[in-house]
C-alpha cells in the first residue's frame, strides 16, 4: 500500500527548496556519496569491495576523493 503525503508536503518537494543536513563547520549542504574501497584478503588471494555511504561538504572534500 502507497503512502499517501500531505498537500503542503508536495508543493514543498515541488518548490525546490534545498532539503538534507548542514555542515556545522562550514554550513554548506551536505552530499550524499558511495564510497567503494577495495582490499585485498589476508586469508584468501582474493578482493574485498566494502561499501559505505559517506556525507561530503568542502571540509572533508578532499578526505573522500583523495
Known amino acids: 500500500m502507497a503512502k499517501d503525503s500531505s ?3 508536495k508543493v514543498a518537494k ?3 527548496e534545498p532539503s ?3 555542515c556545522p563547520t562550514c ?5 550524499v556519496v558511495k564510497l567503494v ?3 585485498r584478503s589476508a586469508t584468501r ?3 574485498k569491495f566494502n561499501e559505505k555511504l559517506v556525507k ?3 571540509c572533508n572534500h ?3 576523493y583523495g
Open 7 to 9: 498537500f503542503a508536503a
Open 14 to 16: 515541488a518548490s525546490g
Open 20 to 22: 538534507g543536513d548542514q
Open 27 to 31: 554550513g554548506e549542504m551536505l552530499s
Open 37 to 39: 574501497v577495495s582490499e
Open 45 to 47: 588471494d582474493s578482493w
Open 56 to 58: 561530503v561538504c568542502k
Open 62 to 64: 578532499a578526505e573522500v
